[in-house]
Each structure stands twice: as structure tokens, then as C-alpha cells.
């Protein structure tokens, strides 16, 4: 996926197309996880779409639940994707981040024209 160091830096064009894709997989992963915890708050503690919508993103953006479960299911799929979403948030952040720490890195390391 990414150049090695004895092949030259990317263009800009090129690096801008993987930085996007590599944002819109981040915000897929994103949607996901919030649906799923959509799906769950609404199944276990039989919250309304958008008190759903509301708890599993405060809870995915680390502020925590607004309604507390009352239901074991509900705490139990609360405390799990509460784990979850910590992670989430750090894979995102990686996804995200990815080529553009790789550039930097890969700058200071691609290999020189000893003639030059």
C-alpha cells in the first residue's frame, strides 16, 4: 500500500487521492460503529431512533451515555461498546493519520542519488 524508501516520494495528486481514501474508510468505520450502537440502544433499552442516535454518540465520542441502561442486555452492550469505542476512536485516528505520517517519515528516509 505504501512506497518503500528506494522508490521515490509519491506526487501530490497521488498522495491526496490515498489521504482521502484513507479518510472516507475512517468515516465508514465511523457510521458502522455508530449504527451498530444505534441498532443496539434501540433493540436492548427500546430508545427512539434519535435518543439512540444520541446515546451512541456521546458514547462513541468518549462523553459517555445520556440515558442509562435499564436492562442487563443494555448494560452489557453499553459497557462493551463503550470498550469498543475507545479503540474505535484510536484505529480511526490511525486510519486517518496514516499517509500522512508515512510522507514525513518517508521524506526524510527515501533513498538519494549519490551523484546529486
Known amino acids: 500500500m505504501f512506497e518503500h524508501r528506494s522508490q521515490p516520494l509519491l506526487d501530490r495528486r497521488a498522495f491526496l487521492r490515498r489521504l482521502v481514501s484513507s479518510s472516507v474508510l475512517g468515516l465508514g468505520l465511523v457510521v458502522l460503529s455508530l449504527y451498530i450502537g444505534m441498532l443496539s440502544y434501540h433493540v436492548f433499552e427500546r430508545l427512539t431512533w434519535i435518543d439512540s442516535f444520541l446515546n451512541a454518540s456521546m458514547i462513541l465520542g468518549g462523553m459517555g451515555p445520556i440515558e442509562q441502561p435499564q ?21 480511526v485516528a490511525g486510519i486517518i493519520f496514516a499517509p500522512v505520517v508515512h510522507r514525513l517519515i518517508h521524506k526524510f528516509h527515501v533513498e538519494r542519488d549519490p551523484r546529486r
Open 71 to 91: 436492562t442487563y442486555a443494555g448494560k452489557l452492550f453499553a459497557g462493551i461498546y463503550a470498550l469498543y469505542c475507545g479503540l474505535a476512536v484510536i484505529l
